[in-house]
């Protein structure tokens, strides 16, 4: 992620066959998306989209061909580049705005800009001013489109949003440490779903939020809409809430229930990012009430997560980018820098794929569900803790990553417990050969260790104590 070249000017750089920029892990799951037509695709409002046109045209996106071409970049400002990218592994094109700084000379901070309903990035380059303000105090701007202008965060959209931001990683210094988002109306909660869904060193970490009147519960948003048709597209979540939960809950910070006026407190993704400061910002004559009740009952839920609440209702005129100032927001986020979770306290996860969650590669035993679970580290004991898990499978990671010592001759203390009462393999990497292992206090056989790949597995086995510990000998 800090491949790092000479850079002179982008459009240099994105000719044609640029191949690296195609990389893409396509075993993420995606089903195949065929293009569909429709006799009126509406809007929320239940305003018309397209008339007999593919679903991909009327939401502004583009399927990709069944042999994507290389990615391609034009000018479009001072060094403000449109680059599309065919290959993404999800059927979709991705199409991004970047704008570069006039000098680059070391790791550099990112602004990512998500864009709201109906938008795409280029509306961003002459609706706002983040593009040209961020690049004139050095910073590198990314505005992906997330597929398509309607993507309301759902999983493909997020899985282009890697690939741009993997795109950008390919080509500049990025400073991991000051990587910073700004989302309006659905960029809002498209942006924190995706923050909250990428927590590991593994991908990009943001150290600061600006949810602008985002959408943050699209169960709600659904409830809310005049017309539906088009979050129940078969190319979008295929049906309502009641008919896919998870679909919804996984695009998704908070879900909000309507008739009760509450956050489910299971299906939270913002718990994954209480510990990264979000300003929210609504204004108060905006028409959407709907929004504005999300946003405060998401920064009402990032507080009772143990976030600091930090939300404002401020003066402007209705539903737009303007009302807040561009200054002012970067002037906020240029303070922050990114920051792990206290490890000394539990910290909270929601799960939502097999994938590194902070330090923990999590297995699910079931797709398309939860995985929750609790962790912490205690360095001075050179212990560590996963708690509380459900829906797992098996858990990975380097005590290392924790602060923790592999050689320390008094050992090494894993707690572990789960909820389910099944089979859990804890495994721990880069590992030499124990000399033992004892399990609540009693010497065990029953580990394994992998000398070509470092790793021991302690399976745990459920019993009558609901929460168990190994101790692991040098």
């Not at 979709?92 to 550099?108: A, C, K, N, R, S």
């Not at 001013?129 to 493909?156: C, D, M, S, T």
């Not at 923050?195 to 590991?200: F, L, P, V």
């Not at 923790?404 to 030499?432: A, C, H, W, Y």
Request: glycine fraction near 8%.
């Amino acid at each position: 992620m800090n491949k790092r070249i000479t850079i002179t000017a982008l459009a240099v750089l994105l000719l044609p066959s640029l191949g690296s920029a195609q990389r893409r892990h396509v075993s993420l799951g995606q089903r195949s998306i065929q293009p569909k037509t429709s006799e009126v695709i509406r809007g929320l409002k239940g305003e018309p989209l397209g008339i007999d046109v593919p679903f991909e045209s009327a939401v502004g996106g583009t399927i990709a061909p069944p042999i994507a071409p290389s990615a391609s970049a034009t000018a479009l400002l001072h060094r403000v580049y449109k680059v599309r990218i065919p290959a993404t592994g999800t059927s979709w094109v991705e199409h991004m705005i970047v704008g570069v700084p006039d000098q680059i000379v070391g790791p550099t901070p990112v602004l990512v800009l998500f864009h709201g309903y109906g938008e795409d990035p280029e509306d961003l380059a002459f609706s706002t001013e983040y593009i040209q303000k961020a690049r004139q105090q050095g910073w590198l701007v990314i505005a992906p489109l997330g597929a398509h202008k309607f993507n309301f965060g759902i999983e493909y959209a997020q899985r282009n949003t890697e690939v741009a931001l993997e795109f950008l990683a390919a080509y500049f210094p990025l400073d991991l440490d000051r990587i910073y988002g700004v989302g309006f109306s659905m960029g809002g909660g498209w942006m924190t779903s995706f923050a909250a869904r990428h927590t590991s060193s593994d991908h990009v970490r943001f150290a600061a939020l600006v949810n602008h009147t985002g959408t943050m519960s699209i169960s709600h948003v659904h409830a809310s809409a005049m017309d539906v048709s088009l979050l129940e597209s078969p190319m979008m979540f295929e049906g309502s809430p009641s008919q896919f939960p998870f679909r919804y809950q996984q695009a998704s910070s908070i879900d909000l229930n309507l008739a009760l006026n509450s956050v489910d407190p299971d299906t939270d993704l913002l718990r994954n990012i209480a510990h990264t400061p979000i300003k929210t910002w609504t204004c108060a004559t905006d028409p959407n009430l709907y929004i504005i009740e999300e946003c405060e009952q998401f920064d009402f839920h990032l507080g009772q997560s143990g976030g600091t609440s930090d939300y404002t209702s401020g003066r402007g005129t209705g539903h737009d980018w303007s009302n807040l100032d561009e200054d002012a927001v970067l002037t906020w986020l240029a303070q922050h820098t990114r920051a792990d979770p206290d490890s000394s306290t539990l910290v909270s996860v929601l799960a939502d794929r097999n994938a590194r969650w902070h330090e923990f590669q999590i297995v699910q035993r079931a797709g398309g569900a939860f995985t929750p679970f609790k962790w912490g580290a205690l360095p001075a004991f050179n212990r560590a803790y996963v708690l509380q898990g459900s829906n797992m499978a098996q858990v990975a990671f380097d005590p290392t990553d924790l602060g923790l010592s592999k050689t320390n001759p008094q050992g090494l203390d894993i707690v572990f417990s789960e909820l389910d009462n099944l089979v859990t393999r804890v495994i721990l990497e880069d590992m030499d050969m124990p000399t033992n292992v004892l399990f609540n206090g009693i010497s065990t056989p029953n580990w394994g260790y992998d000398a070509s790949t470092r790793r021991l597995t302690l399976p745990y086995l459920p019993g009558p104590q609901n929460t168990n510990a190994w101790r692991v000998l040098p």
